[in-house]
C-alpha cells in the first residue's frame, strides 16, 4: 500500500510503503516444445489460460519488447498474460537463459485496478519462480528493476519503481523509505505500536496504463525540461540523458523533488505555463528526459500542477517520515495526538495534490470526506494512493477507536453503493 509518495517516484521523490496482507503466486514448470501456457485462477477473467508459442514474441529470433508488445495486443488474454510473459523476455535477454516453454499457474490474492500493486507483485513473484526454476541469482535491486522493465516496455504502462522494490523488500508492519533517484532504500520504518495504515477499496477501477496517468506524468517531465532550459541545459542534454539515463550532471540531477518548495516558488514557478498544448512544448522546448512517454502533440498538459506535486511531495515525506519515526509516546497524550494530526495532514494535502494533477476522481473524495468527518473518533488522515484516479485510499487511525471508525465507514461506503469493497489492514 502506497501510504505516500504515488506519483511522485517518477521525479525522485522520497516514498513510504507498506505490504498488505493478500499475496501473488506464481507456480512453474519447464516444458520442451517451446510453447508457453500461462494460467490464472482469477474469478471472472474472460480468458483464463492464454497459449503462446516463445517464438510468435521475439522478433527475427531477437527479443525486441515494443514487437512483443505489439503481438501480444493481438492475443486474447495477452493484456495480463504479457506480465508473466514480459519477465521471460526480460529474462531472456538481460541473463541469455534458454526459453523452451513453460507451463505457468498464476494464483493471486491481490486485486487489481484497486491501487495496491498488483501487476508489480506478479511480475516479481514471476521473476523469483523463474529464478527457482532456472538456477538465477539477482544481486541488489536487480529483480525490481527487470520487473519495472517488463511493465514499462512489454506492457506500455510508465510505471515507477516503488511498486517492484516493495513488493520485494517490503517487511510486515513497517514502512519501506525508497528514494527514487532511481532506487535508494533506507532501512524499513516500524510502524508506531496503536497506529494503523489501513485502506479502502473506491471501487473504481485503477490502471496506470491509463491515459491520466500518463498525462500527469508527461506534464511532470515537461515542466522539468522547461525548468532546466531555463537555466541553460540544452536540448541536447536532455536528449542525451534521456538515452543514456544518466542525470548526474543536469539540473537538481534530473529530479523535481530535489527542488526545494521556497525556490520552486520563488524562481520556478512564474515560468511554467498553468496549461499547454504538447506541439506548443514540442517546437520550442523538443523533449524531455523520461524514456517511457513522449508529449502527444494535440493533448493538452497541465504542465504546473503536475511540477509543482512533486517538490511539495519530497518535502511533505521527508517531515512525514520523521515525526513517524519519532511519535510521542501513549504516555504523552496532548503531545501524540498534535503528532497524530500533523500526519493526517500531510496525507490530506497529498490528496489535495493529486486532485489538483487530475487524478482525483468523486468516489475517492468521497472516502476523504468519510475520514475527515472522523477525526475526532481516532482517524486522522487518508489520502488516494499510488496512480490514483480511483483505486484503493489509505487511511491514518489510531487506537481500537480508530480501527474501527474505520470500518464503519468501510460498511457505510458498502451500504451506500450496495456492492462489497475491500478492507486492506
Not at 500500500?1 to 522520497?14: E, K, N, P, R, T
Not at 533517484?181 to 496503536?194: E, F, I, M, N, T
Not at 506534464?219 to 541553460?232: E, H, N, R, T, V
Not at 500542477?305 to 504516555?331: D, K, M, W
Request: negative net charge; charged residues 20%; aromatic residues 8%.
Amino acid at each position: 500500500m502506497d501510504v505516500m509518495g504515488g506519483i511522485a517516484d517518477y521525479s525522485g521523490s522520497l516514498v513510504l510503503q507498506m505490504p498488505i496482507r493478500e499475496q501473488t503466486t506464481v507456480t512453474l514448470s519447464r516444458r520442451e516444445d517451446g510453447l508457453l501456457r500461462i494460467r490464472t485462477t482469477a474469478a471472472g477473467e474472460p480468458h483464463p489460460e492464454v497459449q503462446i508459442p516463445f517464438a510468435q514474441l521475439l522478433a527475427d529470433g531477437k527479443v525486441d519488447f515494443q514487437f512483443a508488445r505489439q503481438q501480444l495486443r493481438q492475443i486474447a488474454g495477452g493484456d495480463w498474460a504479457g506480465y508473466v510473459a514480459g519477465c521471460l523476455l526480460a529474462l531472456h535477454r538481460e541473463m541469455g537463459i534458454a526459453i523452451t516453454g513453460a507451463d505457468i499457474l498464476v494464483d493471486s490474492q491481490v486485486p487489481a485496478g484497486k491501487g495496491v500493486s498488483s501487476s508489480a507483485a506478479l511480475e516479481v513473484a514471476t521473476m523469483k519462480a523463474l529464478a527457482e526454476a532456472f538456477n538465477l541469482h539477482f544481486a541488489g535491486n536487480q529483480l525490481p528493476l527487470l520487473a519495472q522493465r517488463v511493465e514499462n516496455l512489454v506492457v506500455g504502462a510508465p510505471c515507477g519503481l516503488m511498486d517492484q522494490l516493495a513488493s520485494f523488500f517490503g517487511q510486515r508492519h513497517k514502512l519501506l523509505p525508497i528514494l527514487c533517484q532511481p532506487d535508494h532504500l533506507s532501512p524499513p520504518v516500524p510502524v508506531p505500536a496503536g497506529v494503523h495504515f489501513v485502506g479502502i477499496d473506491s471501487g473504481v477501477r485503477h490502471s496506470v496504463g491509463g491515459a491520466s496517468y500518463g498525462d500527469v506524468r508527461t506534464a511532470a517531465f515537461m515542466g522539468y525540461s522547461i525548468l532546466a532550459q531555463f537555466d541553460g541545459t540544452t536540448p541536447g542534454e536532455l536528449r542525451k540523458a534521456r538515452e543514456t539515463g544518466e542525470r548526474e550532471h543536469l539540473l537538481y540531477n534530473g529530479y523535481l523533488a530535489n527542488i526545494e518548495p521556497s525556490e520552486f516558488e520563488s524562481r520556478y514557478a512564474g515560468l511554467l505555463p498553468e496549461k499547454m498544448i504538447g506541439a506548443d512544448f514540442l517546437s520550442r522546448y523538443e523533449v524531455t528526459i523520461d524514456p517511457v512517454t513522449r508529449p502527444l502533440p494535440d493533448r493538452k498538459y497541465d504542465v504546473l500542477a503536475c511540477t509543482r506535486h512533486p517538490v511539495y511531495e519530497n518535502t511533505r515525506i521527508q517531515y512525514f517520515s520523521l515525526l513517524l519515526q519519532h511519535l510521542p509516546p501513549p504516555g504523552e497524550a496532548a503531545t501524540r495526538e498534535r503528532s497524530l494530526r500533523q500526519l493526517g495532514e500531510w496525507m490530506f494535502q497529498s490528496h489535495g495534490s493529486y486532485s489538483a494533477c487530475g487524478l482525483g476522481s468523486p468516489r475517492t473524495d468521497e472516502l476523504i470526506w468519510m475520514a475527515r468527518k472522523n477525526t475526532g473518533k481516532g482517524v486522522y488522515g487518508a489520502r488516494i494512493t499510488g496512480g490514483g484516479s480511483g483505486g484503493t485510499v489509505c487511511f491514518l487511525c489510531a487506537g481500537d477507536q480508530g480501527l474501527e471508525a474505520v470500518r464503519q465507514i468501510h460498511r457505510e461506503y458498502e451500504a451506500k453503493y450496495g456492492q462489497p469493497v475491500l478492507f486492506f489492514g
